[in-house]
Each structure stands twice: as structure tokens, then as C-alpha cells.
């Protein structure tokens, strides 16, 4: 069965802090993807990277990256000199095998203070 | 293009009662799903669609039918609701492609309170 765990209930930071967001997933898949989503206070849910299980290179969007390690089953995201903005409900999610469902972590809160 | 629209944004219902959640996509996604978010835990899947006509049942199928008669709406219906079923209901679709799996499109929920 497919798993996702995110260790980190709720972070707090102060901006212009750098943080990290800790994923961890399960599969005995050989090929499945990994996603990262936003949920804004107002509450719709908005992609941020998709990433499949054969491209281990990191990847950079302004002040945020990835970080995703096979040996490790991680997928991290950081974002660097953090925002007000930033702050939302961050989701990992992990999909593969038919109809390319979506299995998701329990979610970290961002709060990012001035 | 609206995306993923959903229906009602809000219902609070009364033990026992029924009632059917509407979303619709007008992106010609052959694929659709149904979530619930509770506090914690998550985006759960509900049940899902592969294409018109199919439907399937992801891990938290009980208590909840659906139905995808036509390719842009998926229904779910909840026949006769329990305190258990108050949550956040998010609607996705998708696209398949070979060799990929794409991101899904989410509309914008719908609160369900029963009470």
C-alpha cells in the first residue's frame, strides 16, 4: 500500500526565515510521481511540482525547491526567505497504479509571521 | 474556462437525510475524483472515475454512492447522512497521458456539516 507521511504537524517562522517541509513516502511502485500542494487560508488547493520516481534531480521556482531522494523516499520542499504568504497547509502526495489516484500526507501548517 | 466547479459550497443536513454533491469540469478530463479533508488527516479518496459510465471506490467508499453519466459531471450522493460525514468534499479531475501522470485540478469544496 502507498503511504505519506509528513512528521511536521505545524511549523511556525518568523520571515525571511528559511524552511524546510520534511515528506516521506511508501510504495512498492517502480514508477510513480510525487506532488506538492498549497492550501491557502482561503482553502482551494493549488499545485506546486510535480515530480516522477526516475528524475532525481532538484529543482528550483524562485524561492522554492525540492529536494527529492529515492535512497531515502523523500521529498522535500523548501522555501527560502519565507513570506506572509506562504502561509497555508502544505501537502505531499504520491500517486501511481491505475487511475493515477492521489494518495495524500496529513498536511503541514505553515505560519509565517512579520 | 471555469475548471472545476462545485455544488453546493455549503449544506448542513440532519441525520438521516440524503443529498448529492455536484461537480462539473469543463476541460474535457477523462478523469474525476472525490475527496474529503478532515483536520489531520488529509485529503482522502472517496470513490473516482476513469472515464464516462465507470466509476470506482477508493479508501473511504462507505456511506457514499457516485455516478458519471456524462464526462464532465460527477455526482456524489450521500443516502442517508451521519455525524461521521461532516467534513471538507473536494472534487479533482485529470487527464491521462502515456508515460505521465499529470497533475489534478481541485474545485473549491464543499462544507458538510451533519448534524
Known amino acids: 500500500a502507498q503511504k505519506v507521511t509528513q512528521a511536521q504537524t505545524e511549523i511556525s517562522v518568523v520571515e525571511k526565515e528559511d524552511v524546510t517541509l520534511d515528506c516521506v513516502y511508501e510504495?512498492?511502485?517502480?514508477?510513480?510521481?510525487l506532488f506538492w500542494y498549497k492550501q491557502p487560508p482561503s482553502g482551494e488547493l493549488v499545485f506546486l511540482i510535480r515530480?516522477?520516481?526516475?528524475?532525481?534531480q532538484n529543482e528550483i521556482s524562485g524561492r522554492y525547491s525540492w529536494n527529492f531522494q529515492k535512497s531515502t523516499s523523500s521529498f522535500n520542499f523548501t522555501i527560502t526567505a519565507s513570506q506572509v504568504v506562504d502561509s497555508a497547509v502544505y501537502f505531499c502526495?504520491?500517486?501511481?497504479?491505475?487511475?493515477?489516484?492521489?494518495?495524500f500526507g496529513a498536511g503541514t501548517i505553515l505560519r509565517v509571521k512579520s | 474556462n471555469a475548471g472545476v466547479t462545485q455544488t453546493p459550497k455549503f449544506r448542513v443536513l440532519k441525520t438521516g437525510q440524503s443529498m448529492t454533491l455536484l461537480c462539473a469540469q469543463d476541460m474535457n478530463h477523462e478523469y474525476m475524483y472525490w475527496y474529503r479533508q478532515d483536520p489531520g488527516m488529509g485529503l482522502r479518496l472517496i470513490h473516482y472515475?476513469?472515464?464516462?459510465?465507470?466509476?470506482a471506490k477508493g479508501e473511504v467508499p462507505d456511506g457514499y454512492n457516485v455516478s458519471r453519466l456524462k464526462k464532465q459531471n460527477f455526482l456524489l450522493g450521500l443516502e442517508s447522512a451521519a455525524p461521521s460525514q461532516t467534513s471538507v468534499y473536494f472534487c479533482?479531475?485529470?487527464?491521462?497521458?502515456?508515460?505521465?501522470?499529470?497533475?489534478?485540478?481541485f474545485g473549491p469544496g464543499t462544507r458538510l456539516t451533519v448534524l
Open positions: 515530480r516522477n520516481s526516475f528524475d532525481e
Open positions: 472515475s476513469v472515464g464516462e459510465g465507470t466509476t
Open positions: 479533482a479531475s485529470s487527464y491521462p497521458r502515456q508515460g505521465r501522470i499529470n497533475e489534478q485540478f
Open positions: 510504495t512498492r511502485d517502480t514508477t510513480y510521481y
Open positions: 502526495a504520491l500517486s501511481g497504479g491505475y487511475g493515477n489516484k492521489l494518495v
